[in-house]
């Protein structure tokens, strides 16, 4: 079955759709069986409405649903949701309150949810046409698309957001081919608002920065977007001067990780020297910032998380010290100045949610297990903000960023044994109950 293809026309002002009414025109019917019960773009919900989030508390008779849903569309929604709550996949959570808000977001939405049903473990995802069922609501949400990329009235977020379901699926496929192509026509359409950061949907902005950043990467190639404003050192300025400090402790894990099993790589006391001192050194020049006096102050999280980044690199570093042999008087002392840092009242650590994950678990790891309640606390409630629901999870994001497996490998599994037991007990308590209710 040949895959059909929207094909973006170029309408520079209103009233010029008229011109290419016969091309808009012979494209769609040539591809598209036209069927019952498909609007033409988001009619349930207005276009900035905010959309509740599926995942809630909730049950599935209250979520509004941008399409008429009858039992079968009803059953794939049940299957979405709970796979979503079971199972980590990137931008899953995000992607479904985006396909809520759209007609065509929601059919390409159902499309994927009966590939990924019929998908066994680790296989690789196949395209639409094989499957008779996605293919059919494929066709609509292409339908919908086609129609809408003639209006300049439908020219909103919501068709970004049914234009950038079909980019996931490009990229998921591998098919880069035709992801650049789809990417170009979007970026069209994102000019036209003025720009990525114009669109009002946060997860929007990152979904197309993550799928473009993507195939240009793929390609080698020059992005078609430039980065959201709400990215890390965009919207928490506060943070802008560590990525020196970031980058130089990175460098040592990674030196670390490449050469410790070197023969007496950890009696070595001038590799430990020259490869310490310089994060070491980038780390305590990071200027001392008060926190405000007012947790309504813009910069009042920020700054809590830029000093338990400052902190928690010092208690990294200095546990390196001291697994070359070296004295690490310093230690006690981060650690229980890291310890009041975390129980600063009103700090919303999900500002930056990865890097104090990372900066909560590094203390946790070091610290005595009847001292570390409180940053075991602030870890299961970072990985509640970021939809991590076991500790194995949350650890994945931890050694993405800075990581010595030696320096841990004895300390993980206690810490793991303690985040996963708090994460039961929230769920024993009701703290996150399974949606698949009708």
Partial sequence: MRMPQFEFVNVGRPGEEKKQSSKIRRHVMKDIVVAPGLGSGSQAQHEHDPVPSPLGECKLSEIVFPIEMNEERRDLARYLFAEARSSYMPFRFPWLSIGLSDAAAWYITLAN?????NMKPNDAKPEFNTDNEAMKWYTLSLQSVSKRLADPEERKEGLIGAITGFICHDTTTGNFTRQEIHLQGLKRLVDDIGGID???NPALRFMISWHDLTGASFRNSHPYFGVPKDSWNKSCPYLGDIHSALKGT???ASYVNQHCQSFKFWTDDMTAARLLAPALHEVLSLEGRALPSSPSDPSYSGTAAREAFRR?????????KAKFGATNVELKRHLND??????IPHVDWALVPELNLWAHTIAALEEESYQRSWHISAIVSLMKSVDLTSSQQALDVVRGIIWVEALFVDKVETLCREIDSLVSSKTINGASETFINP
């Fill in 338 to 343: 890291f310890r009041q840092i975390s129980q």
């Fill in 113 to 117: 949810a009966v590939l990924l049903r």
């Fill in 312 to 320: 928690s690199s010092l208690i990294f570093l200095a546990s390196l």
């Fill in 250 to 252: 990175a460098a040592v």
């Fill in 198 to 200: 114009e669109i009002i």
